[in-house]
């Protein structure tokens, strides 16, 4: 979710804003955290836990992709990854550019009992280690908005994609999530009058014209409810003809 060491503080630090981590660490005080990761980790598992497990749900039923290779783009912490991996047969590699989010994915995943699935790397989403035409299926949850080149990181998406592969890549909660757990998580951010920096904001039409400008030409873009920062882009890789 953030870049690499000097890049990586930035993208934490970031990461903290928009979720409103930086405010709701009240709720974390009397834990000890060692880094940043560890406090994202202790959020996602805590304030944010519904929304990895619904999501997962909606991305299963939505593609029906069950089997082949995930990547989970920005993986964090490997919440995402392990509650897909839970509920399909997918091969998932959970990719980040933060080695300490990488680390406690590695123990989240081991803790899952889940490492013959999902498999944590380090590295960057705009340069990823995996040849062409790779991945059945590539998510993304809260990352692509910290990407420095935009453009270069749907290319990567779209690189990696195997022909008639679906990438599923955004922001927010998901549709899948329940209205109580909805509200309760918007409560927390409203009541803190926290959003998402200005800068870091992209709208329909920005995303459109990033997409096209990284070859993808083909694509839906939804949002979420009652999430200002939801915004989901969704397209497949087409067979050659």
Same mark, same amino acid.
């Given at each position: ?71 989970? &783009? $920005?993986? =964090?912490? !490997? *919440? ?5 991996? +839970?509920?399909?047969?997918?091969? /998932?590699? %959970? ?73 599923? &890549? $955004?922001? =927010?909660? !998901? *549709? ?5 757990? +909805?509200?309760?998580?918007?409560? /927390?951010? %409203? ?51």
């Amino acid at each position: 979710m953030s870049p690499l060491r000097g890049k990586k503080a930035f993208g934490l630090k970031l990461s903290l804003i928009i979720f409103g981590f930086l405010s709701v660490f009240a709720f974390s005080q009397h834990q000890e955290f060692k880094n940043d990761a560890e406090r994202l980790d202790w959020i996602a598992r805590t304030i944010f836990k519904p929304v990895y497990s619904y999501l997962a749900i909606q991305i299963k039923e939505d593609f029906n992709i069950t089997r082949g290779v995930c990547v989970d &783009i $920005g993986g =964090g912490t !490997g *919440n995402l990854a392990i509650e897909l991996a +839970r509920i399909t047969d997918l091969k /998932i590699y %959970s990719l980040d550019i933060d080695s300490e989010a990488t680390a406690i994915a590695k123990k989240n995943i081991e803790a899952s009992s889940l490492g013959g699935s999902v498999i944590a790397i380090t590295a960057d989403a705009q340069s990823m280690p995996f040849p062409d035409n790779f991945a059945d299926l590539v998510v993304s949850r809260a990352s692509f908005i910290f990407w420095k080149d935009k453009i270069k990181g749907f290319k990567e998406a779209a690189r990696i994609l195997k022909p008639g592969g679906v990438a599923f &890549i $955004g922001t =927010g909660f !998901g *549709n899948r999530l329940p209205p109580s757990d +909805r509200d309760r998580i918007q409560t /927390i951010l %409203s009541e803190k009058d926290i959003g998402p920096p200005a800068e870091l904001l992209v709208g329909i039409e920005e995303v459109s014209s990033i997409l096209r400008k990284a070859g993808v030409h083909e694509f839906n873009i939804s949002s979420d409810d009652k999430c200002i920062c939801g915004l989901w882009v969704e397209f497949r890789k087409r067979h050659p003809r």
